[in-house]
Structure formats: structure tokens, C-alpha cells
């Protein structure tokens, strides 16, 4: 008993707002477009943009991995569903980017706030060279206020230099800018012991070894239909950052004001010591 509640203090300890400085929030295409399908949820994005406009109101320095370009560029194309094949998606990120870019500098623009592009490879991110330059750009936008807005470059990357889901991009940069927490949102309301869907199903609050974690019963995509990621990919996300001192936490966006705010919502990887 006592260990518990040791546990759930040190995870109070972990999310207290008031000690970050640096935020990462990674936003998939299935909580983008909701319950529009195919096409950009306005009110996903507004809603994920008051929650950044509170956290630089607060002095906190902000960084958002965004998903979405190929779903956005679905419907101008006159496709109904994600396609199959790489040049249809890169031809679909092509038309959506600026269409997603468009969207968040609207919504950013209620706040006054400076917004930026930033697209990735895994190329990017894996050779010094490249690596050392990301680092500066983003440290220097941070410096001048700037919401960074990430999203792997899906128009140029080819299978080999493809991350495949943003996930894994987000974890990346976060421990290449030393943040202090990332925020993965899903649209589910965090962590459970098997898929959500099954009878029984518990949700977990509290990560503190992520090697006890049964994968094979996590389900896949989100059910959008539109995202490439999954349960699986967040956890891969969780091991990179925590095993770097970093916090996770996984929530859904109704929920992400109450979870940064230290409520029991979703669920929080600790930061390995």
C-alpha cells in the first residue's frame, strides 16, 4: 500500500506543469479527423491549439508532431480511404500538407502565435550532420517563441527513409531537444490491459516498467482508418523516452487539459532513473 501510493506520488511529482519547461505533443490523423473521416476536424485542431496557447500563456516552450497531411489530402483527390500504395500516399501528402499547415496557422492565429514547418525523414534524424542542424533550427524558433510544427516529410520519403508513424518521429525529437515530457494523443483515454474493445478490459494510470507490458493483445491503427501508427508504436515511444529520464503520457484530447493539469486521466510512462 505504501508502494503504491509512493508510485502515485512520484507520478503526480512526474506531470506537475508548473515544472516543465518543454513540451512535446504528437497528434495522429485519426484524432484529426474524427468523426469527419477523411477530411480535417476543425474542432480536433482548435481544441489542440487551446490547449498549446495555455501552455506558452504559462511561459512553457512547445513543439507539435502533427499527422494528418495524407487524410487532409484525401478528399481533393476524390479518395474516400487511405490508399495502398507509396506514390498515391506521398501524391495525397503532397496536396494535404498545405492544407494542414493552413488549418494550424488559422487556428493559431486566435492567440497571435508564430507557427513553422518542419518535415523529417528518418534520414533526417539519423545522420549527424542533419541532426545537428534540426537541433539548432528548432532550439532557435523555441527561443523566438515559435510553435514548431513537425510531420515526416511522407512526399519525399520512400520506404527506406520512412518512419512510418509519427510516434516514433515525436520520441525521437524529444530526446534530441531534451524535453521534458511527451504527449502522445489517441483517441482512446490511455493504456489498457488488453484491446479497450474486449469485456473486462482495465485501463492503466501508471507505467513504471514498460517490460511488463503484453503487446500482443494491444489491438492495431487507430479506427479512423486514416493513421499508420497504433497501440504498439506508442509503446516503442515510451521505451526511447523513458529510458532517456524522460516522461510519457498518452490521452486522449478531451482529456489532455485535466491530464497536464496532474488529474488521473490516461496513462503516464515514468522516466526511468
Excluded: C, W
Amino acid at each position: 500500500m505504501l508502494l503504491t501510493q509512493r508510485i502515485l506520488e512520484l507520478m503526480k511529482m512526474s506531470i506537475n506543469i508548473k515544472d516543465i519547461r518543454r513540451v512535446v505533443i504528437k497528434v495522429g490523423s485519426s484524432t484529426l479527423t474524427g468523426k469527419a473521416g477523411a477530411n480535417l476536424d476543425p474542432k480536433a485542431i482548435d481544441d489542440l491549439v487551446d490547449v498549446v496557447a495555455k501552455l506558452k500563456s504559462s511561459n512553457k516552450e512547445v513543439i507539435v508532431v502533427s499527422s494528418g497531411a495524407i487524410a487532409a489530402g484525401l478528399a481533393p483527390l476524390g479518395l474516400t480511404a487511405r490508399p495502398s500504395d507509396l506514390t498515391s500516399q506521398q501524391a495525397a501528402a503532397s496536396v494535404g500538407q498545405g492544407l494542414l499547415m493552413a488549418r494550424y496557422t488559422q487556428s493559431f492565429n486566435r492567440f497571435k502565435i508564430t507557427t513553422s514547418q518542419i518535415l523529417i525523414t528518418l534520414e533526417d534524424i539519423t545522420k549527424e550532420t542533419h541532426v545537428a542542424n534540426i537541433k539548432g533550427v528548432l532550439n532557435s524558433l523555441l527561443k523566438q517563441g515559435v510553435v514548431p510544427i513537425i510531420n515526416e516529410n511522407d512526399t519525399v520519403g520512400t520506404e527506406e527513409i520512412k518512419y512510418g508513424d509519427n510516434d516514433g518521429l515525436a520520441a525521437r525529437v524529444t530526446k534530441l531537444i531534451n524535453a521534458d515530457l511527451l504527449v502522445l494523443i489517441t483517441d482512446i483515454d490511455g493504456l489498457y490491459d488488453a484491446n479497450p474493445s474486449t469485456p473486462g478490459a482495465k485501463q492503466i494510470n501508471l507505467v513504471s516498467d514498460i517490460s511488463k507490458i503484453d503487446t500482443s493483445s494491444l489491438g492495431g491503427a487507430g479506427s479512423a482508418g486514416v493513421g499508420s501508427g497504433g497501440m504498439i508504436t506508442k509503446i516503442e515511444a515510451a521505451k526511447v523516452v523513458t529510458s532517456a529520464g524522460i516522461g510519457m503520457l498518452l490521452t486522449r484530447i478531451s482529456d489532455l487539459t485535466s491530464a497536464l493539469d496532474g488529474k488521473q486521466v490516461g496513462t503516464y510512462f515514468l522516466p526511468n532513473s
